[in-house]
């Protein structure tokens, strides 16, 4: 157990449609990552957050956005949702703001569009 | 940006020791090596990093060339948990968009 909570597990929707996935990071941890695993293109970096503001932006889609609150807790949301955004959502978090930082990864949440 | 070069797969014998090989000739002297892996049906998992001396913890080893074109992650003792694909990236410096591979599936056998 990493100690990165992601909710919810499992999330099936339909085309056009907006969702949310959420991500609590480890205790004391202030960045938190998002990441993107489908099939034909691997792990994606998406988007890191470093206590609150956004530090890094990787191949992000305009139609996917992210933030993190003041509880550190962090949301991805992903709209106008079509069938190559089935995939499963990694969020990370990590102590520091740098990549040399060792990133705890939570279980994921499987996403699949309809 | 630099890119890694990784095996597809490997194999090896449980309780025996292994090399898992990446190449990164076009690595820059501020980018940092690290091996990341991913046990099926779980997230990824760090695993160990550095930047241009060899590194010790308690799951491995990370052996770096001295030009720092490749790198070697040694597993001393496999184990059957050690079963994963392994992911050699690099970060450049203060811009934290790690770039996974497609990586090694390490396949031990008992």
């Known amino acids: 157990d990493s100690g990165v909570t992601q909710t919810p597990k499992h999330l099936i929707t339909a085309t056009g449609q907006r969702v949310t996935l959420r991500c609590s990071p480890r205790?004391?941890?202030?960045?938190v990552y998002w990441y993107q695993q489908s099939l034909d293109q691997g792990l994606q970096f998406l988007i890191q957050?470093?206590?609150?503001?956004?530090?890094a932006k990787g191949n992000i889609l305009e139609r996917f956005s992210a933030q993190q609150f003041p509880d550190l807790h962090s949301e991805l949301n992903l709209s106008s949702l079509e069938l190559g955004d089935s995939a499963l959502y990694f969020c990370?978090?990590?102590?520091?703001?740098?990549?040399?930082?060792?990133?705890?990864f939570g279980p994921g949440t499987r996403l699949t569009v309809l | 940006d630099a890119k890694t070069t990784q095996p597809n797969s490997m194999e090896s014998n449980e309780e025996e020791p292994v090399h898992l090989p990446c190449n990164h000739s076009?690595?820059?002297?501020?980018?940092?090596i690290h091996w990341y892996r991913q046990l099926p049906s779980q997230g990824p998992e760090y695993v160990i990093h550095?930047?241009?001396s060899n590194v010790n913890n308690r799951m491995a080893s990370l052996a770096i060339a001295e030009d720092r074109k490749s790198s070697t992650l040694i597993l001393h003792r496999a184990t059957l948990r050690d079963a994963a694909v392994y992911y050699c990236?690099?970060?450049?410096?203060?811009?934290?968009?790690?770039?996974f591979g497609a990586g090694t599936r390490l396949t031990v056998k008992p």
């Open positions: 990370a978090s990590s102590v520091g703001p740098s990549d040399y930082n060792e990133q705890f």
């Open positions: 205790s004391g941890d202030l960045s």
């Open positions: 957050y470093y206590n609150g503001e956004e530090r």
């Open positions: 076009t690595i820059s002297g501020t980018d940092y």
């Open positions: 550095g930047l241009t």
């Open positions: 990236i690099l970060s450049v410096y203060n811009n934290n968009d790690m770039r």
